[in-house]
């Protein structure tokens, strides 16, 4: 594809001689293993100092770069014009494939025009699928759940009972939507099973990664806003409600009835006590503990604090021991001018 072609998908400036235009570009890449044909990028200023020595024919640029040899793309932000130019050179359509005969299908399920399902799948009574979904070897779809338009259901992914899956979905391999939440109450010296009869709703365009479980409602819905992205290996229990467009990154735990608002990031292996509160537009930081209810912000350790604060908290934490001894030697010294009155 010409770099002038490149330019428009991307809404770019070449940077360069005038026969910039027609110069063929074959490949995405990173910086260090790009080669002659291909276009890579700079997301930030720091790496700027990695492209002398690049053999890329092109680098994408926010900002034009001197006294550099490659020809530039400049961009509003490189990063999103890379993953679109990866997207169009190496993401290709899943091919329609229609209803293999080794899949079971209910014949009281209802499915659309252009939907494949892969052999070894079980598609149960009372069951839909949109129109264009991919359902891949060995996923299981239960009773009267609905899957949408578009979605792509990756190998051995459970869908439960009653879920509600949105249109243009995505759910990674090893997965477990409407799984029965942890509910039990302690009654006459045993743990007795509180019946998990809720649902599950996934809106449009969530992205959920491999060996997710989300927990069924205990009553009602556990509700996933649309346009938000789950890492992989992630637990979210009964009832919880998660916003538009939010970010949860691996291994974040997630207590039931807990309420996260749009456009908030959990990062990786945070812990959400049940029944807590966390406003839109906030940032937990790795490993945090959120114990209760959390206004907008940004937070850090366990239990969170203000970011600003647990930095300064980690700072001192470091000092301990050298303070602890210092205090010792002062107590020693006290204890030596005590004795001398």
């Given at each position: 594809?010409?770099?002038?072609?490149?330019?428009?998908?991307?809404?770019?400036?070449?940077?360069?001689?005038?026969?910039?235009?027609?110069?063929?570009?074959?490949?995405?890449?990173?910086?260090?293993?790009?080669?002659?044909?291909?276009?890579?990028?700079?997301?930030?200023?720091?790496?700027?100092?990695?492209?002398?020595?690049?053999?890329?024919?092109?680098?994408?640029?926010?900002?034009?770069?001197?006294?550099?040899?490659?020809?530039?793309?400049?961009?509003?932000?490189?990063?999103?014009?890379?993953?679109?130019?990866?997207?169009?050179?190496?993401?290709?359509?899943?091919?329609?494939?229609?209803?293999?005969?080794?899949?079971?299908?209910?014949?009281?399920?209802?499915?659309?025009?252009?939907?494949?399902?892969?052999?070894?799948?079980?598609?149960?009574?009372?069951?839909?699928?949109?129109?264009?979904?991919?359902?891949?070897?060995?996923?299981?779809?239960?009773?009267?759940?609905?899957?949408?338009?578009?979605?792509?259901?990756?190998?051995?992914?459970?869908?439960?009972?009653?879920?509600?899956?949105?249109?243009?979905?995505?759910?990674?391999?090893?997965?477990?939507?409407?799984?029965?939440?942890?509910?039990?109450?302690?009654?006459?010296?045993?743990?007795?099973?509180?019946?998990?009869v809720g649902g599950v709703i996934v809106e449009d365009d969530v992205e959920i990664g491999s060996n997710v479980s989300i927990d069924r409602a205990t009553t009602g819905n556990t509700i996933i806003g649309s346009g938000t992205k789950i890492d992989n290996l992630v637990q979210i229990g009964h009832n919880v409600k998660i916003g538009k467009n939010s970010i949860i990154i691996a291994q974040v735990a997630i207590g039931g009835s807990t309420e996260i608002g749009n456009y908030v990031t959990l990062a990786g292996q945070v812990g959400v006590a049940d029944h807590a509160k966390i406003a839109s537009e906030t940032m937990i930081g790795a490993q945090s503990g959120i114990m209760g209810n959390v206004s907008k912000g940004v937070y850090s350790g366990s239990p969170a604090m203000p970011h600003r604060e647990w930095l300064k908290a980690s700072a001192l934490f470091a000092k301990l021991p050298e303070l602890y001894k210092k205090i010792r030697e002062l107590e020693e010294k006290i204890k030596k001018l005590k004795g001398g009155n």
């Open positions: 594809m010409k770099l002038k072609e490149l330019a428009s998908l991307t809404d770019g400036e070449i940077i360069g001689p005038p026969q910039s235009d027609d110069i063929e570009i074959t490949g995405v890449s990173g910086i260090n293993e790009a080669k002659k044909g291909d276009i890579t990028f700079v997301s930030s200023k720091k790496f700027i100092k990695d492209l002398p020595g690049c053999k890329a024919s092109c680098v994408i640029v926010k900002e034009p770069v001197s006294d550099l040899d490659i020809i530039q793309l400049k961009v509003s932000n490189p990063y999103f014009a890379f993953a679109k130019l990866l997207e169009y050179f190496y993401i290709k359509p899943h091919k329609c494939i229609g209803i293999s005969k080794d899949a079971f299908v209910s014949d009281k399920s209802k499915i659309a025009t252009d939907v494949s399902i892969f052999p070894f799948s079980y598609i149960s009574e009372g069951a839909s699928v949109g129109t264009g979904t991919v359902i891949y070897p060995h996923v299981f779809i239960g009773e009267n759940t609905i899957v949408g338009e578009r979605c792509i259901i990756y190998p051995n992914v459970t869908l439960r009972e009653g879920i509600k899956v949105g249109n243009r979905v995505i759910i990674h391999s090893g997965s477990v939507i409407g799984s029965d939440g942890f509910g039990y109450v302690f009654e006459k010296g045993r743990h007795y099973k509180i019946p998990q």
